[in-house]
């Protein structure tokens, strides 16, 4: 890995990142507008692939956790505790 031109700072992020795949038969729109109510959510993407949905969450385990576990059983992974890598602003 060499040196980067630019300068890139690290900054701890508050919030939880959930990855959710949704049971089969369930409306995507209802999902992601429940999911989008649950207090601490700040954002909820639609997604293809492995899973339909990321969640952008100050509090997992409130609220949208017991939304979480009704719509899709099993299937979801919380990325917890984690840093952000951005370019810094002059």
């Known amino acids: 890995m060499g040196d980067t031109k630019h300068k890139v700072k690290k900054v701890w992020s508050e919030?939880?990142?959930i990855l959710l795949k949704p049971k089969n038969g369930?409306?995507?729109?209802?999902?992601?507008?429940e999911l989008a109510a649950c207090s601490g959510v700040e954002a909820v993407h639609m997604t293809s692939g492995?899973?339909?949905f990321l969640i952008f969450a100050r509090d997992s385990n409130g609220s949208?956790?017991?939304v979480i576990?009704?719509?899709?059983?099993?299937?979801?992974d919380v990325l917890a505790n984690h840093?952000?890598?951005?370019m810094k602003k002059w």
């Open 26 to 33: 369930l409306d995507s729109d209802s999902v992601a507008k």
């Open 15 to 17: 919030r939880d990142l």
């Open 83 to 86: 840093y952000v890598y951005k």
């Open 50 to 52: 492995k899973y339909g």
């Open 64 to 66: 949208v956790g017991k």
């Open 69 to 76: 576990s009704r719509i899709s059983g099993k299937d979801a």
